[in-house]
């Protein structure tokens, strides 16, 4: 079963306007980690963001802000004014053991200038 | 800090052959994870080291798969026997041990499989 489910496959927007990104997991566990992670055309995935299940305080962080709401599973993802350079695909990641993480299909984000 | 780095970047094999890909962590991490990532997907766990031991192993690590971490240090993966199914990408990432219970996993630029 999927652990991690982002419903969006693409998306493309033109530069400045803002993009939420979704994320929907499944645990059964009380004690989980949630993590975004950015993968530009060169590869490399990125870390940009890492919550534990106990701490829903939504984060911002220059463009970047999270929602995390536990009551619907999800931790949401948003990029304010994006940018070209913003271009990639995110991934949502979740960790119920301290050694794996279960990767989401990931988003392709289009931003034209 | 450097981060993590794997080589070869890119591996163009025929089928039936074998290869080997290295991975460095970044230095002091001391925990080595290894993910494989097909085309459209998320990376997908295949195996993880603490120090020298290998403590977990993926149902995906079939038997032409094997990873050492010898010395706790870099780390192999081989693969057997090369099918066409292998064809991805391998990323490598590491992570230091805190007091954490889940450490945030560093990845490498990946080494891209692709078996003819």
């Known amino acids: 079963a999927q652990k991690v489910t982002q419903a969006q496959t693409e998306i493309s927007v033109v530069e400045k306007e803002d993009v939420t990104l979704d994320c929907v997991y499944e645990?059964?566990?009380?004690?989980?980690?949630l993590f975004w992670y950015k993968q530009p055309p060169s590869g490399e995935l990125v870390f940009l963001i890492r919550?534990?299940?106990?701490?829903?305080q939504n984060e911002i962080s220059g463009r970047y802000s999270w929602n995390f709401q536990k009551s619907t599973s999800s931790f949401n993802f948003t990029i304010t004014a994006s940018q070209v350079v913003d271009s990639a695909v995110y991934f949502c990641?979740?960790?119920?053991?301290?050694?794996?993480?279960?990767f989401g299909a990931g988003t392709t984000v289009t931003v034209r200038a | 800090d450097t981060g993590v780095s794997q080589d070869p970047r890119h591996k163009i094999t025929k089928r039936g052959q074998n290869v080997t890909f290295r991975c460095d962590p970044i230095?002091?991490?001391?925990?080595l994870y290894w993910y494989r990532q097909t085309l459209g997907q998320g990376p997908e766990f295949l195996t993880y080291?603490?120090?020298?031991?290998?403590?977990?192993k993926s149902r995906l690590l079939s038997d032409r798969f094997s990873a050492e971490r010898p010395k706790g240090s870099f780390s192999t993966l081989e693969i057997q026997r090369t099918e066409q199914g292998d064809s991805a990408m391998y990323l490598c990432?590491?992570?230091?041990?805190?007091?954490?219970?889940?450490?945030?996993?560093?990845f490498g630029p990946g080494t891209r499989l692709t078996v003819l």
């Open positions: 919550r534990n299940s106990f701490d829903e």
């Open positions: 080291f603490q120090n020298e031991a290998q403590l977990e």
């Open positions: 230095s002091e991490h001391n925990r």
């Open positions: 990641a979740l960790s119920e053991v301290r050694y794996k993480l279960s």
């Open positions: 990432a590491s992570s230091p041990v805190r007091t954490h219970r889940t450490d945030t996993q560093y």
């Open positions: 645990t059964r566990d009380t004690t989980y980690y």
